[in-house]
């Protein structure tokens, strides 16, 4: 893996951005407002004490949520940042003014507690570099104090020789009684193979008697050879709860190698097997795993070559998991009855949270089943993504469907589909009422013009929280985007980009010219249309 070239990540901010998080924070702690006239106004002093303390914890938890999601670009990290800061900050208005003697205490003791970086090893935050026998001595220094209480390492972005992994080796031997965590992501990029095998074995073995809750060796090639190479530390996992292996290039014999070496994983709640070339036959592998799962709550397998036979194994092993809240398996080659095939087990998922479903060749008949049955399940359902399906307006009315019973729904995504205005104008209407909490609307690329576009943008206008509405790549009018301007004309901020739009649409000619004028005609007939509760 070439070790230079890095793609802009959001995620670690500046030291400038996090000191002026603080700044902010500690200014709204100190302003009068309803809580604190109830709860009572912080000094300056405690205030700027206590906003210290709130950007450190939400520092440390974002950190820890960045390090699972390591092709990402920072961006959730980001928004978990803000969020934790955001919350920690209520609470301390809500707790008010504090004696000296409970201020040393901190502002929320255990999650201060639970984020103590004494635990936490961490050296990927450094330069991307290859280490030597000599760095490695001096880096790692600390793992060999006596008493030292590390119970989480993270070794991801710099790349290991074998000199450097024989300094490593015994250091990570002696703390075999204490290690929970281990994050061994992108530790060999730009080795030969033979090298970065023979790594991945010393840390392999050196690890073997850890009994591990979190691992993760994503982001290193490992493809069969890699996977058997860390033989010694997989086969003496019976306890993992989070596992990750994406960008690994897992192919049908490194799946079939894992689900061989990996001795239990009753108590498995995270699996993420993104971009890999796992295809049908290692999907039948992954799916062995899958149903020996029972406690999994979040699936991963977007991005795998799966067809059909792989996509209908992997959705009857998510059968045994009914547990799950995350499911994305988005790009891949699913087809109707691998949707189908899904859908048969998505009724046992009540307290699925989010489903990315993108990408997968569903067509109408997949997403008409898939919509039917999430409509009566997963009740606080708040993610829904259905990019690039084929879908038309035909299985709209299904969608709406599902849609109006999610209330609590923050993120719709239908974009590339060819749902065109009936559809548009359904998925509106099943918006209208309710649906607060809705953040994100992404209807672009559908073929809608004047009329959908229009309906869409009344749907979301006002809903309390909302983001962004995304009607790019479209053929909407001049006239039509600038009614859709119109309605967001005191939050132009919320409508994104129309850049990629068409007026004419690829389909212009003289009879669509004419049916231009008759939008509003469609909009009345469908207006009204009830979207009925199957039995």
């Not at 991963?300 to 045994?320: D, F, H, M, Y």
């Not at 809240?325 to 009540?350: H, P, Q, W, Y």
């Not at 898939?370 to 399906?389: F, I, T, W, Y």
Request: glycine share 6%; aromatic share 6%.
């Amino acid at each position: 893996m070439d070790s230079a070239g890095f793609s802009m990540k959001l995620w670690p901010p500046s030291l400038s951005t996090r000191l002026m998080l603080v700044e902010k924070m500690t200014k709204n702690l100190i302003t009068p407002s309803i809580l604190s006239r109830k709860y009572g106004l912080l000094s300056k002093e405690e205030a700027e004490e206590d906003a210290k303390q709130i950007e450190a914890v939400a520092f440390a938890s974002a950190n820890q949520h960045f390090d699972k999601e390591p092709d990402g670009d920072g961006s959730s990290a980001v928004q978990l940042y803000a969020k934790e800061s955001s919350r920690l900050m209520l609470e301390v208005i809500k707790r008010g003014p504090q004696t000296k003697e409970e201020s040393a205490e901190g502002v929320i003791p255990e999650k201060v507690k639970a984020s103590d970086e004494t635990t936490v090893f961490d050296i990927s935050k450094g330069r991307r570099d290859f280490i030597n026998a000599e760095e490695a001595d001096e880096l790692l220094k600390p793992l060999s104090e006596p008493g030292n209480n590390y119970k989480r390492i993270c070794f991801s972005n710099r790349s290991f020789g074998v000199d450097a992994a024989k300094i490593a080796g015994p250091i990570l031997s002696s703390l075999k009684d204490q290690l929970t965590e281990v994050d061994l992501s992108d530790f060999i990029a730009g080795r030969p193979e033979e090298e970065a095998l023979e790594v991945m074995e010393i840390f392999s073995s050196a690890l073997g008697a850890c009994d591990l809750r979190y691992l993760n060796l994503s982001n290193n090639a490992l493809g069969e050879k890699g996977v058997r190479a860390f033989g010694a530390l997989l086969k003496s996992q019976r306890n993992l709860e989070e596992l990750y292996l994406m960008n690994d290039g897992i192919s049908e014999e490194a799946a079939q190698a894992v689900c061989e070496l990996i001795p239990s994983t009753d108590k498995l709640c995270i699996l993420h097997f993104h971009n890999n070339m796992t295809g049908d036959e290692g999907a039948l592998a992954i799916s062995e795993l899958v149903k020996h799962s029972p406690a999994l709550e979040d699936f991963r397998c977007s991005s795998t070559r799966v067809g059909s036979e792989g996509g209908i194994a992997l959705s009857q092993a998510l059968g045994e998991c009914r547990n799950l809240k995350k499911l994305d398996l988005r790009d891949n080659m699913f087809g109707v009855e691998a949707g189908i095939a899904l859908s048969k087990v998505l009724s046992i998922f009540s307290d699925l949270t989010e489903i990315y479903l993108s990408y997968l060749n569903l067509e109408d008949e997949g997403s008409i089943a898939l919509a039917n049955v999430l409509k009566g399940s997963a009740p606080s359902l708040e993610v829904l993504e259905m990019d690039g399906n084929d879908i038309t307006a035909k299985a709209a009315p299904a969608l709406a469907a599902c849609i109006a019973a999610k209330q609590f729904l923050t993120k719709l995504r239908l974009a590339e589909n060819e749902l065109k205005d009936e559809g548009a104008i359904l998925i509106a209407k099943a918006l209208e009422d309710g649906h607060g909490q809705l953040t994100e609307l992404d209807m672009s690329t559908n073929a809608i013009r004047r009329a959908g576009a229009r309906c869409l943008a009344q749907a979301v206008v006002s809903k309390p929280g909302f983001k962004v509405l995304n009607i790019n790549g479209n053929f909407i009018s001049d006239e039509g985007i600038d009614e859709v301007k119109d309605i967001f004309k005191n939050s132009l901020n919320v409508l994104g980009p129309l850049d990629e739009n068409d007026p004419e649409g690829e389909d212009y000619d003289e009879e669509a010219d004419e049916e231009a004028d008759n939008e509003y005609e469609l909009e009345t007939r469908l207006k009204d249309l009830d979207i009925k509760q199957e039995e």
